[in-house]
């Protein structure tokens, strides 16, 4: 092989950072789950400083904190908000008492302390300023941090003229997205409902009555006028929380037009991601109508179970957070198509957790195994395989990276080619694999992972990003062609043949899907 015919690692390589910090919500003694909250006690003894104490102390937080968080001032004011219920009615406090009550009910998080990995890479926006043969790319990352704690951050790279790639700053104080009024579809919601199992006559009025699109408020309005005589049935109000704790788990998230890109943070807002939201899967999607919109699939996690969500954005700046439901959706590993195919909104997927399937999502809005496309059956991923991200879109077909495991848990990166209008067909695949982890990236947090949550194509060549060992993340880039001159056709179509209904994992881990 000569060099255009290898894949090549970039001398770019991004380290977790320590000091890329959020500023959150903390109540001493909550995790302890001791008898009394410790926070009254707390607001009584700063509220025994007297006035010149009180404004030295939050002078000092400012001097040492100030330059770290946008808005720092605001954050305290919020925090303090959250907890003034503990300060006695009778009291009032001076706006600098408020402020320090709110600094020691804060703390920072570093979000990439214990790892930073699985990057996707996406069209950026914003491509102003480039020169010929340019590119700017958007690249989501997974952030862990303390309590292994998982969050969605963003950073910018410019790629070309041919293999040339620099990163854009990173730089700066980080904020995290704020919640905001958020508009539900019905047939997500009618969706959710059939996969909890939810079928009376309370959640067929309900679903009868919304609008196909209707707001948090629009939703208040449906539930507060079901009939009386329905109410009196049998687990009515049990099944009227149910619905509204199935409707509070989509959610909106906006940030303000001044924060770039890369000072964004998606942190985890609802119970069900309370553990991390893992492997973010971001793909720029063609729309029935031509135009071209954000999608992210990623996992939610709550310490015990995990749930498939999808992310939907115009403009990486608002977004929009829904679940996913159907038997293809249980399991880690959904990654959407770019496009519509024959009218069908496509994905990839691994219900079984070992196969690399493809779903179709029905009429009901919920998405349905069609048809295993490959199975462990070489050395190097014999214990499962899995997609790395979305499928690309070339001439030649539908180019998806692919993962295998092999033994001690070996996590190495391959590739195979899709039909165009009917990915059911299999035409080839890189038997041999594509990367897998040398000396340096075999040692980390997990070792022996490489791992990529999507690439793109630019002027003829293809980029992916990688984590490797769940530490750092790495470039490799080759010219399309020869990715596909290396490919060996296949000939196979596997429709019609279903993998194992498998049950979703119990679980989740600091390596990918």
Not at 193 to 201: F, G, P
Not at 356 to 368: C, K, N, S, T, Y
């Amino acid at each position: 092989m000569n060099k255009q015919d290898t894949i090549i690692r970039h001398d770019v390589v991004m380290q977790p950072d320590g000091r890329r910090v959020v500023i959150k919500l903390f109540v001493p003694g909550e995790d302890s789950h001791t008898v009394k909250n410790r926070a009254g006690r707390l607001i009584e003894r700063i509220m025994q400083l007297d006035e010149d104490e009180i404004s030295r102390m939050l002078d000092d937080v400012l001097t040492r904190f100030g330059g770290r968080h946008h808005d720092l001032l605001g954050t305290f004011q919020h925090h303090y908000d959250l907890v003034q219920h503990r300060v006695p009615p009778e009291i009032e406090l001076s706006p600098t008492a408020r402020t320090l009550i709110g600094a020691y009910f804060s703390h920072e998080f570093a979000i990439e302390a214990a790892a930073l990995c699985n990057p996707s890479m996406v069209v950026h926006p914003d491509q102003a300023g480039l020169e010929p043969g340019e590119l700017r790319v958007a690249i989501s990352l997974r952030q862990i941090g303390e309590g292994h704690i998982s969050s969605i951050g963003f950073c910018s790279a410019v790629l070309g003229p041919g293999d040339q790639l620099r990163m854009e700053d990173r730089d700066g104080p980080l904020t995290v997205g704020q919640r905001v009024d958020a508009t539900h579809w019905k047939n997500q919601l009618a969706a959710a409902l059939i996969d909890a199992e939810i079928d009376n006559e309370a959640s067929s009025y309900v679903i009868s009555v919304l609008p196909e699109r209707f707001t948090d408020v629009e939703f208040e309005d449906v539930i507060s006028h079901v009939p009386g005589e329905l109410l009196a049935r049998p687990h009515a109000q049990e099944t009227i929380d149910r619905i509204r704790h199935v409707v509070s788990e989509d959610y909106a998230l906006q940030f303000p037009c001044a924060v770039p890109l890369h000072q964004r943070v998606m942190w985890p807002a609802t119970p069900a991601e309370s553990n991390g939201m893992e492997d973010a899967r971001f793909v720029r999607v063609t729309d029935p109508d031509g135009r071209h919109v954000y999608q992210a699939t990623y996992t939610a996690y709550d310490g015990r179970q995990i749930s498939g969500r999808v992310i939907f954005t115009r403009d990486l700046r608002h977004f929009e957070v829904t679940r996913m439901s159907g038997p293809a959706a249980r399991n880690k590993g959904v990654a959407l198509f770019p496009r519509y195919i024959n009218g069908q909104k496509m994905a990839l997927c691994r219900n079984d957790g070992e196969t690399l399937g493809l779903a179709v999502r029905d009429e009901q809005h919920r998405w349905q195994l069609s048809a295993p496309l490959l199975m462990p059956h070489r050395g190097w991923d014999l214990i499962q395989v899995g997609n790395c991200g979305s499928p690309i879109e070339t001439e030649a077909g539908w180019l998806v990276l692919t993962h295998g495991v092999g033994p001690m848990r070996r996590y190495a990166i391959g590739a195979m080619l899709l039909d165009l209008e009917d990915p059911s067909k299999v035409l080839a695949d890189l038997p041999e694999g594509l990367l897998d982890p040398d000396d340096v990236e075999r040692e980390g947090y997990v070792p022996n992972v490489l791992y990529s949550c999507g690439g793109l194509v630019h002027d003829g060549r293809f980029w992916m990003p990688y984590g490797a060992s769940d530490v750092r993340i790495g470039f490799a880039s080759m010219p399309l062609d020869a990715l596909l001159a290396r490919m060996v056709p296949t000939g196979r179509k596997v429709t019609g043949r279903r993998a194992p209904a498998g049950r979703s994992a119990p679980g989740s881990s600091a390596s990918a899907s």
